[in-house]
């Protein structure tokens, strides 16, 4: 049976019906069409792709059930990127993808990083996105991009 509820996704509060073992990541990507929230292991829990910052903790929406999720908020690649966040020129400038589809994943967990720890060192950002999987092996670049990022969102302070 279908519930109603509410979510709030990048400061839009979004109706909708779902079923109660529709996970976060399905009702992302499937039902509300925020393409960023990916899935690249099947929903097991392993690849971090479909990261998403709820109440500003990084959480795996393949792991959290959308009806739980009422009244908290939900931040994705969309609301990161239009808020021009500088992550995302930096993943351009430093050339962190190849095929793309862990990227949404990766930045999303290093702008929850950049939160909660403005000034990270290399080997915080390399421990923040340890649960990030990349299948092209863009791993260097990403530790370049949020280094460069954290240093930006530090001078425009
Ligand atoms: S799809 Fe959620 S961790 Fe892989
Ligand atoms: S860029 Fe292809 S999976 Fe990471």
């Avoid at 929850?112 to 950002?125: G, I, Q, Y």
């Amino acid at each position: 049976m279908l519930r109603e509820i509410k979510l709030a996704v990048n400061g839009e509060v979004r109706g909708l019906r779902v079923s109660p073992e529709w996970t976060l990541q399905y009702v992302l990507h499937d039902e509300l069409g925020i393409t960023s929230v990916k899935d690249m292991c099947g929903g097991k829990g392993e690849c971090g792709s479909c990261t998403v910052i709820l109440d500003g903790r990084p959480v795996l929406s393949c792991m959290v059930l959308a009806m739980n999720c009422e009244g908290k908020l939900i931040e994705t690649l969309e609301g990161i990127a239009k808020a021009n966040h500088p992550l995302i020129p930096e993943y351009v400038k430093y050339h962190c993808m190849q095929c793309g589809y862990c990227t949404p994943g990766f930045i999303v967990t290093a702008k929850a990083l950049l939160d909660r720890n403005p000034d990270p060192t290399a080997d915080e950002v390399r421990e923040a996105l340890a649960g990030n999987i990349c299948r092209c092996g863009t791993y260097p670049q990403h530790v370049k991009a949020v280094l460069s990022a954290s240093k930006q969102l530090r001078r425009a302070k």
